[in-house]
């Protein structure tokens, strides 16, 4: 479940994406002073690969970076742990092919 608010009411926040794994769930929470405002859920379908299932933030917060921070964490992650990343999600893939940088963990 995702919180709303107005934009306003969001900055100068404590802003934290953390990984959670929940009964066979995984996902990059995204939260503002503990509350959660979006999430990005990925899969491990087979050794040494991370789907990246869908991407979502809370409507009011869209156009902030926020999403895209998601996406730079499970590139992140796959990076750290040696993890090719498959964008299943349209979001996630658009991000990654933009940036030079994140397009590398799709290789």
């Given at each position: 479940?995702?919180?709303?608010?107005?934009?306003?009411q969001m900055?100068?926040q404590?802003?934290t994406?953390?990984?959670?794994?929940?009964?066979?769930?995984?996902?990059f929470v995204?939260?503002?002073?503990g509350?959660?405002?979006?999430?990005?859920?990925?899969?491990r379908?087979?050794?040494?690969?991370?789907?990246?299932?869908?991407?979502?933030?809370?409507p009011?917060l869209?156009?902030?970076?926020?999403?895209?921070?998601?996406?730079?964490?499970?590139?992140?992650?796959?990076r750290?742990?040696?993890?090719?990343?498959?964008?299943?999600?349209?979001?996630a893939?658009?991000?990654?092919?933009?940036?030079?940088?994140?397009?590398?963990?799709?290789?």
């Amino acid at each position: 479940m995702l919180k709303y608010g107005t934009r306003n009411q969001m900055q100068h926040q404590n802003v934290t994406i953390e990984r959670e794994e929940l009964n066979g769930t995984h996902e990059f929470v995204l939260r503002i002073n503990g509350e959660r405002f979006g999430f990005l859920e990925f899969t491990r379908p087979d050794v040494g690969v991370l789907c990246i299932e869908h991407v979502e933030v809370a409507p009011h917060l869209r156009g902030a970076g926020h999403g895209r921070q998601l996406v730079q964490r499970a590139v992140a992650f796959a990076r750290d742990t040696s993890l090719r990343v498959v964008p299943i999600c349209s979001y996630a893939r658009a991000v990654i092919q933009r940036d030079p940088a994140l397009a590398a963990a799709l290789k």
